[in-house]
């Protein structure tokens, strides 16, 4: 058995105290210990610093950054038996972050992403996750009254219905779709209008109600390229906080490559051999620029060049 894809966004090294944290006396135990540290998000963005030339998340002690934030803190987990968490800042306050925790920048996640070590967007891409979900679940959707938070920010209660809410994972099927009945295994890419000059990746979409991924799968591939998947094999899966995806990747057969993009949601697809697709993954294609490295579709595209 070949080892396990593990991708970016994933591998966290906090103990997320899952039961521990819905007790309110444990939660304020964690939040009073003056050695709880936190990380700070500048409208989603998290706090970076440079230490010894490694890009790393900016921590300062929880107590320091409270008056900044906007929100009560999130607790992210236990670090080496530490509490950790995060605090929502707003950009009107960045200039007292600036000089509360020295140098450092808050670029966009898809950046960190490219900077930090595995661990570190890990804890980043899951405190983006739960303040995206905060900002757009202040209000029960069954009674429109205004929710409070627990369980350190990972649940919102109503107390007028009684309703508990927790934070949400939108399922996506993102699938290279391959053909094996020619000449050579090919794989298939497609290009969305907005993307970069050159940029494809694997086809994706969100799962409906009443769907398996496998239906998903089907159901996207027929309508983004017009193929019908024969058989579905799964690879890998990804946290995506933009602002809360779980990418489930899949390779798809299927039963002939005669693709046709659907022109709505893709405007070009492209069918590779593997050694072209080697080509895309190392940069030397003349026409065709890969997923992003810390995108699973890389990991997708990765592993079927490598026969995995």
């Known amino acids: 058995m070949s080892a396990p894809v593990v991708t970016a966004f994933s591998a966290s090294p906090l103990d997320r105290g899952g039961d521990a944290r819905n007790d309110p006396a444990w939660m304020a135990a964690r939040t009073a210990d003056p050695a709880a540290l936190s990380l700070a998000i500048i409208d989603g963005r998290p706090r970076l610093e440079t230490v010894e030339g490694q890009d790393r998340l900016a921590w300062a002690p929880l107590s320091r950054l409270v008056p900044l934030a906007d929100a009560e803190p999130t607790f992210l987990g236990l670090w080496k038996e530490a509490p950790v968490f995060a605090c929502s800042v707003p950009e009107v306050r960045s200039a007292e972050l600036e000089s509360l925790m020295g140098p450092g920048d808050h670029p966009d996640m898809r950046a960190v992403a490219a900077r930090v070590p595995m661990?570190?967007?890990?804890?980043?891409?899951?405190?983006?996750?739960?303040?995206?979900?905060?900002?757009?679940?202040?209000?029960?959707?069954?009674?429109?009254?205004?929710?409070?938070?627990?369980?350190?920010?990972?649940?919102?209660?109503?107390?007028?219905?009684?309703?508990?809410?927790?934070?949400?994972?939108?399922?996506?099927?993102?699938?290279?779709?391959?053909?094996?009945?020619?000449?050579?295994?090919?794989?298939?890419?497609?290009?969305q209008a907005t993307w970069p000059a050159g940029r494809m990746s694997a086809l994706a979409g969100f799962m409906e109600p009443g769907e398996c991924l496998e239906e998903a799968c089907a159901r996207e591939v027929k309508e983004e390229a017009g193929l019908t998947v024969t058989a579905v094999r799964y690879l890998a899966s990804q946290p995506w906080p933009f602002p809360h995806q779980l990418m489930i990747s899949l390779i798809a057969e299927v039963s002939d490559d005669k693709a046709q993009p659907d022109l709505t949601e893709l405007e070009a697809v492209r069918w590779l051999t593997r050694d072209e697709a080697r080509q895309v993954l190392e940069g030397r294609h003349p026409d065709v620029v890969a997923p992003y490295p810390f995108a699973i579709a890389h990991s997708l595209l990765k592993a079927w060049v490598d026969d995995i």
């Open 119 to 191: 661990g570190d967007l890990a804890m980043a891409g899951a405190a983006k996750g739960l303040f995206d979900w905060h900002r757009r679940n202040g209000f029960c959707p069954g009674c429109g009254q205004e929710t409070q938070v627990a369980s350190g920010g990972w649940r919102r209660t109503c107390a007028p219905c009684g309703v508990e809410h927790y934070p949400r994972v939108d399922p996506v099927c993102i699938m290279l779709p391959v053909f094996s009945g020619g000449a050579e295994p090919i794989c298939l890419l497609g290009r």
